[in-house]
């Protein structure tokens, strides 16, 4: 008996073997280059075959995850793969309630099936992404190594930011930019809607917003101050449908949109379309070395003093702290938002607010004496609480650059620390939620070689990727009982010198790549002669979307 049963299991393991007569069974760490890096991998024996009979099976609950999944994997083989709720399949896709992390995910691989499971579907999303970077071509069959990984993120909040104010970008665009996101098992996109050099989403209380604030008359060419004015009409805004649409699709892909509406300062695109939002409505716009364009100068010689700005920087037009009609426009503006985005978090900037108006201006001083403020810091910091006290009322918080410090921390606020990592453990050290995003290592519009002349003109800077692999979001000052409050980290593309979706690509690949290893991997996983070669191989996706890369990284 035992015979028989042996003699039929070499049987089996010998047509087996002779189906696939060209591929190798014996599975080395090369066979696994996933990035993210996996808290845990075992290599096994044995490869799954993916062919024409290859099926999707879960329950309803799962539909568009096994959907997602069929589409990813029609377009990286070419074999088509349904999904179905109803009938049996050989890729599962299963809610396992228990998985403790709510991202987490269990991906098995054994010759005869495969199971991803997830508490929720956002696990079993990110153990398609996993799914699908194992897939390999050996003699025209399409084979995934075995194996087990059992996965979960370091941090909870994994983010990118992308600056459309400064350069407007489709929606198209931005639904592939979300694409980007998900690839990377990122979950916040921080869309950085309004500036001074425009108002990006539809506000309807405020048609201007969009009509006038929503267009420049011209931008300055080459660095600041400029060479010349260009002096072509240049915007774009989204309509709150357009927004709806773009929600959507983020959520179907477990991200989160947070929209950015800055306040007080970088607000000359809404003061342009409502000039009483300004300390001094009658004086003209500003554009540093007279770089203005014609029809901006044509405008301020006919009455009309405030226009949307031409030129990149910091300026000392913003809104007046002292007008009560100041904070019933911006609560009337929030509301709209906060109707629009299901997020809990809105980020209403609060960086870079010249106190220079305020300092001249008679009702934010008579403000300030009403109050007992001491200083304009302390104005700001009031302007700050106020508007927080109004989102929390609704229900959301407030998230701020690292500036919402000065003058007084807003109760609840969660503090976003670019200027390094200061601010960040200054509020983590005050038991308030942290972000963290240094310019040193996660401003992606920095040169990414030292030689700036082979690179697209950028801000300035040299953040290599090297760099951004190095970041570590929880600093080493901070004592361990605060490491709780930093929620994790995000990178910042601002746009000012960035006019194309081709040219922002390329600022952010590889270093999107390196950085979701940063968020989603624990440090002691991390190995960057490891995550280089993993890398080479992940060009590959890189190709296969399309995307305009930065190519010296993988010269050497």
């Given at each position: ?25 014996n599975n080395?760490?090369?066979d ?6 996996p ?6 024996k ?19 995850e096994?959907?997602?999944l069929?589409q ?12 179905d709720t ?13 998985i ?21 579907s ?7 992404q996993?799914?699908?970077?194992l ?5 025209e ?9 059992k996965?979960?993120?370091r ?21 592939r ?14 869309w950085?809607?309004?500036?001074d050099?425009?108002w ?33 009409r ?16 983020a ?5 989160t949109?947070i ?12 003061i ?14 500003i ?36 007008k ?25 900037g609060g ?12 009702q ?5 004496k ?22 929390n009322?609704?229900?959301k918080q407030i ?28 509020a ?23 030689n ?49 979706q ?7 690949f ?20 490891d995550?280089?070669?993993r890398?080479k191989?992940?060009?590959s ?14 010269a050497?």
């Amino acid at each position: 008996m035992r015979f028989h049963l042996l003699l039929l299991l070499i049987i089996n393991l010998t047509f087996y073997s002779c189906k696939n007569k060209f591929i190798d069974f014996n599975n080395t760490q090369e066979d696994y280059p996933i990035i993210p890096k996996p808290a845990s991998l075992q290599i096994l024996k044995g490869r799954f075959v993916m062919d024409e009979n290859t099926r999707i099976f879960g329950n309803s609950d799962l539909e568009f995850e096994g959907n997602f999944l069929a589409q990813l994997l029609r377009q990286q083989t070419g074999v088509s793969i349904p999904f179905d709720t109803q009938k049996n399949g050989n890729i599962l896709l299963k809610l396992d309630s228990s998985i403790q992390n709510k991202e987490a995910y269990i991906l098995s691989i054994q010759p005869e099936i495969i199971i991803i499971s997830g508490k929720t579907s956002a696990g079993i999303f990110y153990g398609i992404q996993s799914l699908c970077q194992l897939i390999s071509n050996q003699n025209e069959t399409i084979t995934i190594p075995a194996t087990l990984i059992k996965d979960k993120p370091r941090f909870a909040y994994r983010g990118m930011h992308l600056d459309v104010a400064r350069h407007f970008f489709p929606p198209e665009f931005i639904k592939r930019y979300i694409d980007f996101l998900a690839l990377h098992k990122m979950n916040r996109f921080h869309w950085h809607l309004t500036d001074d050099q425009g108002w990006r989403i539809e506000i309807k209380k405020y048609p201007k917003l969009t009509d006038i604030g929503g267009w420049r008359n011209g931008t300055i060419k080459g660095h600041f101050p400029g060479t010349t004015n260009d002096n072509q009409r240049y915007g774009g805004f989204y309509s709150q449908k357009e927004i709806k649409d773009i929600i959507g699709y983020a959520a179907s892909r477990h991200i989160t949109i947070i929209p950015e509406i800055e306040l007080p300062g970088h607000s000359s695109a809404a003061i342009a379309a409502y000039p009483f939002l300004s300390c001094f409505p009658k004086e003209p716009t500003i554009i540093p070395n007279n770089m203005i364009s014609k029809v901006s100068k044509i405008q301020q010689n006919e009455g009309q003093p405030k226009i949307v700005q031409e030129t990149w920087g910091v300026f000392n037009d913003v809104y007046c702290a002292g007008k009560e009609e100041t904070f019933t426009f911006v609560e009337n503006v929030l509301l709209e938002v906060m109707d629009l985005f299901p997020s809990k978090y809105i980020h209403i900037g609060g960086d870079e607010c010249p106190k220079g108006n305020w300092k001249r201006c008679p009702q934010c001083q008579k403000r300030m004496k009403e109050l007992g403020l001491a200083d304009e810091h302390e104005l700001q910091s009031y302007f700050i609480q106020r508007v927080e006290k109004f989102v929390n009322s609704k229900g959301k918080q407030i998230i701020g650059w690292d500036e919402i410090l000065e003058g007084g921390l807003a109760p609840n606020a969660t503090v976003m620390s670019w200027r390094g990592n200061r601010g960040g453990i200054a509020a983590a050290k005050e038991n308030h939620d942290v972000i963290m995003s240094p310019n040193s290592h996660c401003y992606f519009d920095h040169y990414q070689s030292k030689n700036k002349d082979t690179e697209p003109l950028a801000i300035g800077g040299y953040l290599p990727i090297e760099k951004v692999y190095a970041f570590n979001p929880v600093p080493d000052e901070l004592d361990g009982h605060k490491h709780q409050f930093i929620l994790g980290g995000q990178a910042n593309l601002w746009t000012e010198y960035i006019t194309s979706q081709s040219q922002a690509e390329y600022m952010l690949f590889p270093r999107m790549t390196a950085l979701s290893e940063v968020l989603w991997t624990s440090p002691d996983q991390k190995n960057w002669g490891d995550f280089k070669w993993r890398l080479k191989q992940f060009k590959s996706l890189y190709e296969a979307w399309n995307i305009n890369y930065c190519k010296h990284v993988f010269a050497d």
